[in-house]
């Protein structure tokens, strides 16, 4: 079987965000751009799925600029077998790189989708659940463990009250969590190896997509700073300065 | 262990500007002689750029050599100096502007552009993989690899995934050799294994001790109406006292930012010298303050500068392998530059390295040519005019030194007859703490200074949490039982990212804490601690400041 992962370029995680002056974004100028955290680790489970016999081929696959073919040769380099990047410098929402997916999943027929639960640029945590309404697949979120039998995946999921155990049938979209696995890092060698893997571009219109923007982003403002705080004697004036604030 | 190694013609250490120029000299003259050549450049940064710190105000003679179409290919040298202002300052309210005319003529900029050369190095990469250049970030150079013979084999990637006690992780990946018929370490000043090959073969044998500078540097984004693209300011004076060597520098560059930061000589001598607090209460000099005030503070960082000149230039040949950029010290500290001497030497390592193919095998030899061709290059010719340029200022004081700097500049041109030395390293000029006045610092005001912790944060520095420390100490004891009653453990204070505290243990004893995790990469605690006890090893691959356009 094949599967599917899809991985965006994002801001990295150690970067500290600026927001532009006027308000129209972060800044990414000379930014240190990234593969999104929950995607390394949605490519990481695929890789073990197909090394534990159970899939023939990983295909990687990402929505954006040209640059975004970075974090495409990264996928490769830790064991993706090819990659698809499909090429646009217009702001992707998550509708329309459902409606992406969801192209490319007819024409490469996979039994799995993995997607990283959330972009940890936008926050969406769409993509896969309009994925799989859209493909008529069940769908897995907040994946902490999968496991492949046949036709059927068992998919923990992290949900508020505990663990909830899932079975689903194949083909099927799962997004991956956090705890899903711990991303191996890459070897030199590979590295190498993955610049003469397999990369195909296509662009948004060949895939027969229409472009929408349902959301329209009004404003990007940065957190307001946090104010000085100060340091009581006693309990009593805690409670007098808590209670002078309204808080009690 | 049996480890996987893979080779190349030339292994390069380090992506700043040598290592960079040295690969793309490298492919340039490997394709004017038709010959296929593997060239691979590792960097510990997690890409390129993340831990090039620098000024910067380029002198572009390097780049016109190695790129003259520069311009046409998008190198981003985009502001040119347009004002070049020198302050001396008398204290905190106060500066005198120093006329052009008794300004050292090395520190003119006409003809410079107010880069970001971490955005250059991005670009120089670019360059060098279009022509063939394999660059992994992400990955350390942890040790040498020697032959039987003693030449210099390669280098070990350093292994990943390890835990702080020292056992292998999940993810535990062993490094691998890079094996080359040539290494060249470009790692930047007092790369650790610059300092292994200094030792292993010696040399600095006829050379003067390295010196070396600490440099804070922040980058700010200001009012608009303040700023004044391509003005170059540099400051002499206060906050330091007449015999502590150092100034500041503030750059307005593209968008509305400026970069600023201030220089001091790791040879000064009072321990209670906070460097972090010195160069914040140096913005609260109105001629620095004037342009910060309702901007903001976007990035900070630090990284130590080799100063030493001619004078401390060690030999740069050894089998198998080559020094360039400032692993061996090619700043010229009258210009305060060393992008274009860094990028010249790279240069001159491709030249010597393709040079000696012509020649016969290169495999772990020793090339000595590189020595000649540094000698006849223009990086000895501008390094010997202004090799007495710091021993003045070190001897003399700023005053008195800057006056003979002018004197030999401006009219000598550099052609005194003699040379002067100073052959004090600066881990050995440290005065007893009872012998001197701790300084009495400003508190932070959140506007125009900071504390160090906020300050360490904007450096975006991440390090992976349960990994072995990587700043060693040969004998634990040393920092309480001898630094601290003797200095005051000056770690506390000339490290730049709060790495060094002495904490009270359960017991309410001193202990010494290391929090590695903050480190910036400076160096400095390598090369200023008193009982040299202090070793910077690598950290885990990509661990580090993430420095966007320092």
Known sequence: MKILVGVKRVVDFNVRIQVKADGSGVTTDGVKMSMNPFDEIAVEEALRIKEAGNAEEVIVVTIGPKAAQEQLRTALAMGADRAIHVETDDEIQPLTAARILQALAEKEAPKLVLLGKQAIDDDNNQTAQMLGALSHWPQATFASEVEIEGDKATVIREVDAGLETLSVDLPAVISADLRLNEPRYVKLPDIMKAKRKPLETVTVEELGVEHVAAVKVLKTAAPAKREAGIIVESVDELVAALKEKGLI | ??????????????????????????????????????????????????????????????????????????????????????????????????????????????????????????????????????????????????????????????????????????????????????????????????????????????????????????????????????????????????????????????????????????????????????????????????????????????????????????????????LVGCDAGFLNGAKIKGNHTAMKTGMLAAETIIESIKAGDIANKELSLMGDKYKSSWVFYELHKTRNFGPALHKFGTLMGGSFAWLDQNIFGGKMPFTWHNTTPDHATLKPAVDCTAPNYPKPDGKITFDKLSSVFLSSTNHEEDQPCHLQLADSSIPINQNLPLYDEPAQRYCPAGVYEVVKDEQGNDKFQINGQNCVHCKTCDIKDPAQNITWVTPEGGGGPNYGNM
């Open chain 2, 1 to 322: 262990m049996e480890r996987e190694s893979m080779e190349f013609d030339v292994v390069i250490v380090g992506a700043g500007p040598a290592g960079l120029s040295a690969a793309c000299k490298l492919m340039q003259l490997a394709q004017e002689t038709e010959q296929e050549l593997m060239v691979c450049v590792i960097e510990k940064g997690s890409e390129v750029g993340a831990h090039i710190l620098s000024g910067a105000v380029l002198e572009p003679t390097a780049m016109n050599e190695l790129f003259p179409d520069w311009k046409e290919k998008g190198a981003p040298l985009n502001v040119p100096v347009k004002g070049d202002d020198v302050y001396y300052l008398t204290g905190e309210e106060k500066g005198i502007k120093t006329p052009n005319f008794l300004v050292p003529k090395p520190m003119h900029n006409e003809g410079n552009y107010v880069v970001s050369m971490g955005n250059v190095c991005r670009w120089l990469a670019e360059q060098a993989e279009g022509m063939g250049v394999e660059i992994f970030p992400g990955f350390t150079a942890s040790k040498i690899v020697y032959n039987d013979d003693g030449s210099v084999k390669g280098v070990l990637t350093g292994d990943m995934g390890v835990a702080e006690d020292g056992s292998k992780k999940d993810s535990y990946m062993p490094g691998m050799e890079l094996l080359a018929k040539q290494t060249i370490f470009a790692e930047g000043c007092r790369g650790h294994l610059g300092k292994q090959l200094m030792e292993s073969f010696n040399l600095n044998k006829d050379a003067d001790p390295q010196h070396y500078g600490l440099g804070i540097k922040e980058v700010w984004t200001i009012d608009p109406e303040k700023h004044q693209e391509g003005l170059v300011v540099h400051t002499a004076g206060w906050p330091l006292d007449n015999h502590t060597e150092g100034g500041g520098f503030l750059y307005h560059m593209e968008n509305n930012q400026v970069s600023l930061g201030f220089i001091i000589a790791l040879n000064y001598t009072n321990p209670h010298l906070s460097l972090f607090d010195e160069m914040q209460r140096w913005k609260l000099n109105p001629k620095i303050s004037q342009f910060l005030e309702g901007g903001e503070r976007v990035s900070y960082g630090a990284r130590a500068v080799n100063k030493g000149g001619m004078q401390s230039v060690p030999k740069l040949s050894f089998p198998g392998g080559l």
